[in-house]
Every structure is written in C-alpha cells, then in structure tokens.
C-alpha cells in the first residue's frame, strides 16, 4: 500500500516537498485575471476518469486504492476546481463513504495545475437575484456542513496541493492531518481584499499554525 500511496502523490507532482511558500504578493483578483490565459487541460479530466478503478462523479474523481481512497477534484460544474454546493456534496459523500469502508486513510488533490480556488463566487451571486436572505443561508449552511465534514473524519486525510490554494481551498487545510505541497503551490486568503469573513475555522487554526502577529 506505501508504495502506491506515493506513487499517486508522485502523479500530483508532490515529489519535492515544500513546508512553507513565502513571498505571496499577488492578490487573487489578479490571478483570477491571469488564469484566463491557462485554460484547464481537459485531456487530464478525460484521462483521470477512465480509471477502471475510479468511483464516477461530476466534480470529482474518487479511486479505492490498496489501503486508502484517492480523491481528486476535477469540477466541471465550476471552473479552476472552485467550490460550489454541488462540488461541497460530493466530496463529502465520497470522504463519508471512506470513513465507511476499510480504507486506513484519505489522499486528497486535485486534477490539473490549480489546486483549489476556493468558493465559487460566481455561482453564489448567480443565486443572490431572489431571496437573498434565503439564499445566503442556503449557502452558509453548505459551507459549514463541509468543513463540519473535514472537522468529523476520524480518519487521516492527506493533501498533495499542486498548485495555487486560495480561500476556502487553503483554509480547510489546517482541518486536515498532512499537507504535502510542491514548488508549484502558493496560498492566499484574500478575505479582506473582498470583505469576506474567514472562512473554514482559518480564524482560529492560523493563528496556532503561524503564530497571532502573523
């Protein structure tokens, strides 16, 4: 089971393993901008998927592999791996059904060179037209049932990030038991930027992570 363990983490680029990424200074608006010019290589999709192994979803890729479960994102209801309440749902039926069967641990990433973009702010104000109230509930209610999920598995969940994880793709990390990055991987939580409350517990578990000045 080790060796295929790494080997799937080596098929994620987490080979040279980083334990802190420093000199982050672009803000996400920019990189939003930016990514346009990258567009997701659907043949990584395609080829993720045909995994006789894979359990088949819409967002996600899950493989049962020998000891453990793979879980991969790879959204097509969303763009750049960024989370909606479709995406949210099936994760957290595939990390239920994990902690279910006899998998000994989780190996969460992601398809593609992104990791995680965090929320996907274009569906949620896509569904602020109507009842806003409604609707904000709806999706505050989603969001805390995710991260809920990540807090209540008992057990280890293991993050290769391959890429640039940013909001709620960052914040749920510190929930999680090891987190592997690559030199490709960046983080950024631009609450402020966008005057958003911080999201996935990060208020509380950053600050024993880094330290309350930073």
């Not at 997701?40 to 006789?52: A, G, I």
């Not at 899950?62 to 749902?89: A, C, W, Y």
């Not at 640039?164 to 592997?180: E, N, R, Y």
Request: hydrophobic share 40%; net charge positive.
């Amino acid at each position: 089971g080790t060796s295929t363990f790494m080997e799937a983490l080596a098929a994620n680029g987490t080979t040279n393993i980083q334990t802190s990424v420093t000199g982050v200074t672009a803000s996400k608006r920019r990189f939003l901008d930016d990514r346009r010019d990258q567009p997701f290589d659907k043949r990584l999709r395609f080829s993720v998927r045909q995994t006789e192994s894979a359990y088949r979803y819409r967002d996600i890729v899950v493989r049962k592999q020998d000891g453990f479960t793979h879980i991969l994102l790879s959204t097509k209801s969303s763009e750049n791996n960024s989370l909606n309440p479709e995406v949210m749902k099936e994760v957290q039926s595939a990390l239920n059904t994990a902690a279910a069967e006899d998998s000994k641990l989780v190996l969460f990433s992601a398809v593609g060179s992104i990791f995680c973009c965090g929320l996907d702010f274009i569906y949620f104000i896509r569904r602020l037209t109507d009842d806003r109230k409604k609707e904000s509930t709806k999706m505050a209610e989603a969001i805390r049932n995710f991260v809920n999920t990540f807090i209540q598995f008992k057990k280890p969940i293991i993050v290769a990030v391959n890429g640039p994880a940013i909001g709620l793709g960052a914040s749920i990390l510190p929930l999680c038991d090891v987190v592997w990055a690559n030199e490709k991987a960046w983080f950024q939580t631009p609450y402020t930027t966008f005057g958003q409350s911080p999201d996935g517990c990060s208020s509380l578990t950053f600050p024993r992570i880094m330290g309350l000045a930073s």
